[in-house]
């Protein structure tokens, strides 16, 4: 087994973790986090740019500049956006992302104006004290709940900034737990871009000449990373995120998928129906392989709903064949997020080995399409 994460390695995974999480970045609005990226890739990447779909490519340059690596992680964060402002200056919403009503009421938030400041509100329901009895009990429906910035007219909403379609995200910092666990918003997927950025600083060589895509747009159809993939025609790729760790009361351990504390997840199979990504046996294998060699403790995870920029990168061209390492994590699209820094860490180290043992004398045998005789030739 290798040496556990030393309590100076968790927080400053923590530092950058928190740096990341913190920032605003509902889809199409991944500006704060884009620019915390660049600053911490500015000073070790070989290239560095951002495509016009607002994509972060960092390249470092392996030993065969034509053996292309990809690594992804997708910068945004479910969120909403407004879709109307009444007389009475409540504002109502329309998701962005996957999210359960259950969760919603009750929340502070984020509205970013054009002029880049935050305005900050609550989702309010109708209080308890003058709902009907069967009210109680039922879920409020998102299109129900109203957001309060503390105005009392549309016009008084509109003077600080707000308007239809501006973005919301949640208002929650990310905070230390007990031991190395952590919870906040938008571990799903700003914990992938920490580990891929630390994995990008601590890379010292390769074979593969690595892209790291900080992708935008994952929560609202991976779009992203289909972008920066058609860009760059990767021969592989690795893309990290979140997985659902379900290891909590009430759930029975067939449905767990994976738990905290164990290590990071590797990805068979995902999407409802395995409609995902099917990840190459082949590559499964060798990442298994690279995990034991290394002494890196990592899970198996089928995932019944719900899949990665994996997907989209795999059907580009004539294929990519992909690799997922997810970040055990419970409460998935909520605002309290909870995960635990030493698998976080491990996923980082594993993207590394991982990277430093692909040759393409291996790629060429196990993944090359590899032309047939026709019969009688």
Request: charged share 30%; aromatic share 6%.
């Given at each position: ?16 973790l928190?740096?990341v ?5 509902v889809p ?21 740019r ?5 994509n972060v490519?960092a390249?470092k ?17 479910i ?63 998102l ?7 503390g ?5 008084e ?8 379609g ?15 666990r ?12 920490a580990?891929l ?47 659902t760790?379900?290891?909590v ?6 449905d767990?998928v ?5 290590g ?25 392989r690279?995990a034991?060699?290394e ?7 089928v995932?019944t ?6 997907t ?9 064949p992909?690799?997922v ?9 909520s ?21 430093r ?12 399409a ?7 030739g």
């Open positions: 087994m290798a040496a556990p994460p030393t309590p100076q390695e968790l927080d400053e995974f923590f530092k950058l928190k740096r999480a913190d920032a605003f970045g199409g609005y991944e500006d704060e986090v884009r620019g915390i990226v660049v600053d911490e890739l500015r000073e070790v990447a070989d290239e560095l951002v495509d016009r779909f607002g490519i390249v340059r392996g030993g065969n500049a034509g053996f292309k690596l990809v690594w992804d992680a997708h910068m945004d964060e969120g909403f956006f407004v879709r109307h402002i009444d007389d009475k200056g409540f504002i109502y919403l329309a998701p962005a992302g996957g999210w359960a009503d259950q969760v919603v009421p009750g929340q502070r938030v984020r509205i970013l104006t054009d002029d880049g400041r935050l305005v900050r509100g609550v989702i309010g329901i109708k209080p308890p004290h003058v709902m009907k009895p069967e009210e109680r009990s039922q879920v409020i429906p299109d129900k709940v109203f957001v309060d910035v105005a009392s007219s549309r016009e909403v509109e003077k600080l900034g707000i308007r239809v501006s973005p919301v995200d949640l208002d929650r910092d990310a905070v230390r737990l007990a031991g190395d952590v919870t906040g918003k938008a571990f799903d997927d700003r914990v992938g871009v580990v950025i630390k994995a990008f600083k601590e890379l010292d060589e390769s074979e593969a000449t690595v892209y790291l895509v900080l992708a935008a747009q994952e929560e609202v159809g991976l779009k992203g990373a289909r972008v920066a993939a058609q860009q760059i025609e990767p021969h592989i790729a690795f893309a990290v995120d979140v997985t760790a379900v290891d009361p009430g759930v029975e351990p067939k767990k994976v738990e905290l504390g164990k990071p997840a590797l990805t068979a199979v995902d999407g409802r129906n395995a409609g995902g990504t099917i990840v190459n046996p082949r590559l499964l294998r060798f990442m298994l690279v034991r060699e002494g890196i403790p990592v899970q198996l995870s995932l709903g719900g899949t990665t920029d994996a989209a990168i795999s059907l580009v061209g004539a294929g990519v992909v690799a390492i997810s970040v055990p994590t419970r409460y998935i699209h605002p309290v997020e909870l995960l635990s820094l030493k698998d976080a860490v491990y996923a980082s180290r594993l993207v590394v080995a991982a990277t043992r692909l040759t393409w004398e291996w790629y060429v045998k196990e993944m090359e590899k032309e047939l005789k026709r019969a009688g």
